[in-house]
């Protein structure tokens, strides 16, 4: 536990030393700030562009449109950054020769899959509500009424998702050794779940499901009930893929 403690420390400092953490913060600072403001101005900005003559009602922009691009801005951008930034999270120690020297050491092999799976995840966690959270107050400014119904549900499966690309990414670094295939095989894997979703039996178990039904949600169209097959899927897979890649870890030579 010490051990695990002490390399989990290890981990966040090397993530703030080479700038992760920072870039990854800042990127979702500005998707906070962003997410308001573009839903509010996008109605003034089409009026402007449409010619003269053209007269097409716009809807007034609601709180409604500020978690929409909140959602977009994440599920799009967000989740891509996060897999870009971290897929080295292996691959690029074991080529170093860095994490081969604390291993001959007496390092536990578990113990570094577990710890640099909480570190990424607490930096995720960290800039993901974040984010949310300046989405939130920044709405404020343009809204008066900021009450949704089931907000943090729908924030949150948005993070579990996270959590289960993070184990992807960890298990692709170690099954391929390079970042290129760490990155490869979470794009294979989403892209895998886009391809079942298409099958209605299969969409309620579907872990896709957790970033592309948020304003359905919230707006009530889905009930929440309905996701809780595909968030067990999610999590279980989830821990499938981190005991997977200690197993992998623990047999292989480097």
Do not use: H
Not at 47 to 53: A, F, I, T
Not at 183 to 190: E, H, P, Q, S
């Amino acid at each position: 536990m010490r051990a695990y403690i002490a390399f989990t420390k290890k981990e966040i400092y090397e993530l703030a030393k080479t700038y992760k953490l920072l870039l990854l913060v800042v990127v979702f600072l500005i998707f906070g700030f962003m997410n308001p403001v573009v839903a509010k101005l996008t109605p003034d900005i089409m009026k402007s562009l449409m010619e003269d003559g053209i007269n097409i009602s716009m809807p007034e922009a609601t709180i409604f449109d500020s978690w929409a691009q909140f959602f977009k801005n994440v599920s799009q951008m967000g989740l891509i950054v996060l897999v870009i930034m971290f897929s080295g999270l292996i691959s690029n120690e074991l080529s170093k020769g860095t994490l081969v020297n604390m291993l001959t050491k007496g390092l536990s092999r578990k113990t570094v899959i577990l710890s640099k799976f909480t570190s990424t995840c607490l930096v995720w966690t960290f800039s993901y509500f974040l984010s949310a959270l300046v989405t939130f107050l920044y709405s404020m400014l343009f809204w008066e009424n900021t009450e949704v119904d089931n907000l943090l549900f729908s924030i949150s499966i948005v993070w579990i998702f996270g959590i289960f690309l993070i184990s992807a990414i960890i298990l692709g670094g170690i099954l391929f050794k390079t970042s290129y295939g760490s990155m490869l095989f979470c794009g294979a894997i989403v892209a895998c779940l886009l391809f079942l979703n298409v099958f209605p039996k299969v969409q309620e178990y579907n872990p896709i499901q957790l970033i592309s039904v948020n304003m359905d949600i919230l707006k009530e169209n889905i009930e929440v009930s309905e996701l809780v097959k595909s968030i067990w899927i999610t999590l279980g897979t989830s821990v499938l893929f981190i005991f997977s890649s200690i197993i992998i870890f623990c047999k292989r030579e480097f």
